[in-house]
């Protein structure tokens, strides 16, 4: 079962975003784009394969937040927003999954939280990991 990630960020996520986060934590890493551009992925890829990839971080298509006072229900581990949280621009919220596996985990968490910090964002780890 995948660790579930969400991003909260007062910008939106565009692909050019994601893929330099990737490249940020390893050069290595691709995007592989599934359903119809609702699901974008990072992946390992396989030089023997390259068509192939092991996805480390899955990023489903991005949602307006329309009350804010729904992220401390929501991700009751967020205490205190930031101050963009309430400046009344839109917020974007992000949902992601991490695999378990050990070090595909790693890799896809400090994604996450390189796009996070990219996008202005915080990011939650719904098991505090």
Excluded: F, K, Y
């Amino acid at each position: 079962m995948p660790r579930e990630v969400v991003i909260v960020s007062p910008t939106a996520l565009d692909l050019r975003g994601l893929v330099e986060a990737g490249a940020a934590v390893d050069p290595s890493l691709g995007l592989r784009t599934l359903d119809g551009q609702t699901v974008h992925q990072i992946v390992r890829i396989d030089d023997d394969h390259p068509d192939v990839g092991r996805s480390v971080l899955s990023l489903h298509e991005p949602l307006i937040v329309a009350n804010t006072a729904e992220i401390p229900r929501l991700l009751p581990q967020v205490t205190t927003l930031p101050d963009w949280a309430s400046d009344g621009r839109p917020l974007w919220w992000i949902e992601a999954l991490v695999p378990w596996r050990a070090d595909d985990a790693r890799v896809g968490l400090a994604v996450a939280r390189e796009l996070a910090d990219r996008l202005g964002g915080l990011c939650v780890v719904q098991d505090g990991g």
